[in-house]
């Protein structure tokens, strides 16, 4: 078997270019994200504070405002979907808006940090470092989205590939966000810790960008595209 350097580059031109423009800057920012925090615990500790700019376990720097876009982006998604859908006077469409209200208040809480500002009362000591916020809010989000799925359910059900792709993005979120997390609060060596919030913040990272083009298909699916277009009365067109 012979391996060809140059098959390489070809192969990942042509995955990246299954990828539809508007996903493709997220699917760019993970690796990015990925790649900054690597080199932040590797060649930045020189650069002193400088380096929180890049860390993905610090907040108000550049990985937060990228997550905070992203969540922001899946609810203009689906906004338009739902926006197409009650004007197509779809039974149970105003449902839809559920949708995009919760990945606004996910972006939210991403910039503004609410989950991490909940009372002491919730702290336990097998979770001394992150409290125990997620033995609250991954149960209530969970039941959402449960919810939600089911009200919802004639929009999505009928589309096996984009409901795995919906099940793939919000299973592998909760883990990352829910579980990983855990995960904190029992290392013992800064490698461990470097290693856990890699893996935490890249998959909740991955796991909205699936998401984003999760909500991007089921859009096209019935029938629309978003448009970027100087009009601003403009958000989506019918598909002939």
């Not at 990015?32 to 590797?42: D, P, Q, S």
């Not at 097998?126 to 929009?155: N, Q």
């Amino acid at each position: 078997m012979v391996f060809k350097v140059g098959a390489v580059p070809r192969t990942v031109a042509r995955v990246f270019s299954r990828v539809p423009r508007i996903v493709l800057p997220f699917v760019i920012g993970d690796f990015l994200m990925a790649g900054l925090y690597i080199a932040n615990v590797t060649v930045f500790p020189a650069f002193g504070r400088s380096r929180r700019l890049f860390s993905l376990g610090h907040e108000n720097n550049l990985p937060t405002w990228f997550s905070t876009v992203q969540l922001f982006m899946v609810a203009f998604v689906l906004i338009a979907l739902a926006v197409a859908m009650v004007r197509l006077r779809e039974p149970g469409a105003r449902w839809l808006f559920a949708w995009p209200a919760l990945f606004l208040f996910l972006s939210l809480d991403e910039l503004a940090m609410i989950h991490e500002r909940m009372p002491e009362a919730i702290r336990l000591s097998v979770f001394r470092v992150t409290g125990a916020w997620m033995l609250v809010l991954v149960p209530i989000l969970g039941l959402l989205v449960l919810g939600l799925a089911y009200v919802t359910r004639r929009f999505w059900s009928p589309h096996r590939d984009i409901t795995l792709m919906f099940a793939a993005g919000f299973a592998l979120f909760a883990v990352a966000a829910g579980g990983v997390e855990v995960l904190t609060n029992y290392v013992t060596t800064i490698w461990q810790l470097h290693l856990q919030i890699l893996a935490e913040e890249v998959g909740e990272l991955v796991a909205v960008t699936i998401l984003l083009w999760a909500s991007l298909r089921l859009l096209m699916r019935h029938g629309f595209e978003l448009q970027i277009v100087s009009s601003p009365d403009v958000t989506s067109r019918r598909l002939p």
